[in-house]
C-alpha cells in the first residue's frame, strides 16, 4: 500500500514531538519537515539562562541531531500554503504537495509593536528572556543591578508561557534581597495588560500571596507602548474602566515580554480562523482543521484556547497522532485535547508552584500533592527533571500517560 505523504510545517518541539510519535505509531511512514533554523533551543530553560542557573549553551541542540531518524529533513521555510490544492511553497523555491498537513510553526514576537524597542534591546538595562539574543543580556543586568526601580511587563494575552513574564521578576527580587543595600534602594514593578496575577483563578491565589510577601508593586492593565532608551523611561496605555491614560515609569531596569502572533505566512493564509492573533483555525478537541479536514495544528500557532506551553504539546501529539493515522485509516477521529498545560511557576530561586490545569480551568497535577503549595521538590522537577524529559522522552516520541476528555463520547486513553 502506497502511504501517505505528511509534511509538517515547523521542527520545534510540536513539529519534533509529532514526528517522532508518528513514527512509532506507524513505522515507514513518509514524513517530511520543513524548517529553515539550524538550532534548537530548549525554550522552557530560557527563564533560567536569565537568571543565571542554565548557561545558553545547556539549553541548544543542532536540529540535525533531533531530526528523527527516517524522517526527511528540508531546510527551508513555508512561504505560502495552498491547502486548497494540499501545497506548500517552501523558500527554496520548491512546492511540497502532502496528503496530510500538520502545522507547528509557532508564535512570532512582535518586537516592533512596541516603539523604540527594537533597537534598545540590550541596552540600557533593557532586557528580555524571550530572545535567545538577549538572555545573556538580562542575567548580566539582574546580577549587575545597583537600585531603582526594576520593571518587569507583560503584554496582552496569548503569549507562550503566560507564567514567565513574572517569573524572573520573582528571581530578580531573590537576587536585589541578597544585598542589604541594594534591597533598600529597590522596588520591583510588575506591569501586566491583564486583569489579574495569573489566568486561572486556583493558581492566582497563591502568587497573589508571594507578590504581597515580596512587597512587588503590581500593576494591571497597563500595557507597555514605548520605550526610551536614553531616558529610561517606559510608557505604558492604562486601562481603567471605559478610560484609557498614559503612564510613565522611569526605570534602571526593563525587563520586556513582547506581544506575539502567528508568524505572517499562517496569519495570512487560508489556515488562519477570523480571531486576532491570526491562529491555524482548528476543532479545540481533535486538532483537525475547521475547513481543511487533512490539516491538523498543534503547539503555539494553533488556534485552540489553551495556554500556550511546550508542556501543553506533551497533552495534543498524542491526541493528533491518533486522530491523524484514524483519518488516514477511514475511521472516526475519536481522540480529544482536554486543553491540558503545565506552567511551572517559578516564585523563587528553590520554590516552584507546578501549575497544571485544563480548558476548564481546573487543576490537573501529576503529583498527588497540592499543586497550590510553592515546593522545592517542584523546583527539582523544573530545573532537572523536565529538560530531561524535553530531550530524553518528549523529543524522541514518548507518550505522556494522560487520559483525553472526548470531544464526542468516547474515552481515549493513551499511554505508553
Ligand atoms: C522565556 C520562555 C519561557 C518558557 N517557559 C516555559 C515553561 O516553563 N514550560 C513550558 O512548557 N513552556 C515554556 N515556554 C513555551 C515553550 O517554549 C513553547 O510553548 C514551545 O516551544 C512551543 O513549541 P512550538 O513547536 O509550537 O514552537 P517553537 O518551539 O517556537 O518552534 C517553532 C518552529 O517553527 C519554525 N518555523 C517558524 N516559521 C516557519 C516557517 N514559515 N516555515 C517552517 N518552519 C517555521 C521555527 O524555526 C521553529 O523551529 C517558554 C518559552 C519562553 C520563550
Redesign the pocket.
Known sequence: MTQPRILI?????????VASQLLQARPGLVITI????AD?Y??????LV?AGVFSLEETHRS?RQLIPEGVEWLQ????SFDPEHNQVS??NGETISYDFLVV?????LCWEAIKGLPEALGTNGICS??SKDTLNYTWETIKNFKGGLAVFTCPPMPI??P??PQ?IAYLADDVFKRSPEVAARSKVIYATATPGIFGVPTYAAPLRKVVARRGIDARYNHTLTEVRADKKEAVFSVKEGDSVREEMISFELLHVTPPMAA?D??AKSPLAGSAPGGFVEVDKFSLQHLRFPNVFS?????GMPNS??????RGQAPVLVHNLLALVDGKPLNAAYDGY????LITGYGKTIMAEFNYEQQPVPSFPLDPTVERWSMWIV?VKI?PWLYWNRMLKGGLHERRFIPGAGQVVTLSD
Not at 507547528?104 to 512570532?108: N, P, Q, S
Request: net charge positive.
Open positions: 510545517v515547523g521542527g520545534g518541539a510540536a513539529g519534533l514531538t520543513l524548517e529553515p533554523a534548537h530548549y525554550q522552557p530553560g530560557w527563564t536569565g536540529e527551508a521555510e513555508a512561504v517552501a523558500s507547528a510553526t509557532g508564535m512570532k528572556n524571550y507562550k508561557c507564567g514567565a517569573k508568524p505566512v499562517v498543534l503547539g503555539d500557532v494553533s500556550k506551553t511546550a508542556a501543553a504539546i498545560s503545565c506552567c511551572p523544573k523536565l
